[in-house]
């Protein structure tokens, strides 16, 4: 029985490697006839270092910094509503006590809904402009690729070790920074 278990473990080895042959002798014919040429690009860095890109963050940066301002007031008023509350706590009457403390909670759990709904629209608004920009970028990407006959257009994230001249990175910055400066919000 363990020697039908390692015939047929051998057997299934040896028909991985044989695919596994075919496969690269494959590959290496249609490289050295297709000879194609490829390239990768690192959209991330694009994003955050074109001229337009760069204009998007630093929109981005202070409507959070704005939000931080605005939301830090709040909270601190809101602190101070409830230290003079606390303090109140033994001269009002249960009743007032407790009317006021439902009217805090209610500021209190609008503050963090607005809040929340604020960050929220600022990241929806990130995300929308990205695509802009990336709307504007492919057809940028597509014409170089064109122009300089490059069959394959890869990821960078998806690269281990590559070569520095087959990154088109800084080439189609310098294309993007031509072509748009700023979005309109």
């Given at each position: 029985m363990k020697q039908n278990l390692l015939d047929l473990e051998l057997e299934h080895l040896f028909k991985m490697k044989i695919k596994s042959?075919?496969?690269?002798?494959?590959?290496?014919?249609?490289?050295?006839?297709?000879?194609?040429?490829?390239?990768?690009?690192?959209?991330n860095f694009i994003l955050n270092s074109s001229k337009v890109g760069k204009f998007l963050?630093?929109?981005?940066?202070?409507k959070q910094l704005e939000y931080k301002k605005k939301y830090t007031a709040i909270e601190n008023g809101l602190k101070n509503k409830e230290q003079t509350l606390l303090?109140?706590?033994?001269?009002?009457?249960?009743?007032?006590?407790?009317?006021?403390?439902?009217?805090?909670?209610?500021?209190?759990?609008?503050?963090?809904?607005?809040?929340?709904?604020?960050?929220?629209?600022?990241k929806q608004f990130k995300i929308d402009n990205t695509k802009k920009i990336i709307k504007?970028?492919?057809?940028?990407?597509?014409?170089?690729?064109?122009?300089?006959?490059?069959?394959?257009?890869?990821?960078?994230?998806n690269i281990?070790?590559?070569?520095?001249?087959?990154?088109?990175?800084d080439q189609i910055i310098d294309l993007l920074n031509n072509d748009v400066e700023k979005l309109n919000f």
């Amino acid at each position: 029985m363990k020697q039908n278990l390692l015939d047929l473990e051998l057997e299934h080895l040896f028909k991985m490697k044989i695919k596994s042959i075919f496969i690269i002798i494959t590959l290496s014919l249609f490289t050295f006839s297709a000879e194609a040429k490829i390239a990768y690009i690192d959209i991330n860095f694009i994003l955050n270092s074109s001229k337009v890109g760069k204009f998007l963050n630093s929109h981005i940066e202070s409507k959070q910094l704005e939000y931080k301002k605005k939301y830090t007031a709040i909270e601190n008023g809101l602190k101070n509503k409830e230290q003079t509350l606390l303090a109140q706590q033994n001269i009002l009457n249960k009743e007032d006590f407790e009317n006021k403390l439902k009217i805090l909670t209610q500021e209190v759990q609008k503050y963090r809904s607005e809040k929340q709904s604020s960050y929220e629209n600022l990241k929806q608004f990130k995300i929308d402009n990205t695509k802009k920009i990336i709307k504007i970028l492919n057809p940028i990407i597509t014409k170089f690729v064109d122009l300089n006959s490059i069959s394959i257009v890869i990821p960078k994230k998806n690269i281990i070790i590559g070569k520095k001249n087959l990154d088109i990175t800084d080439q189609i910055i310098d294309l993007l920074n031509n072509d748009v400066e700023k979005l309109n919000f």
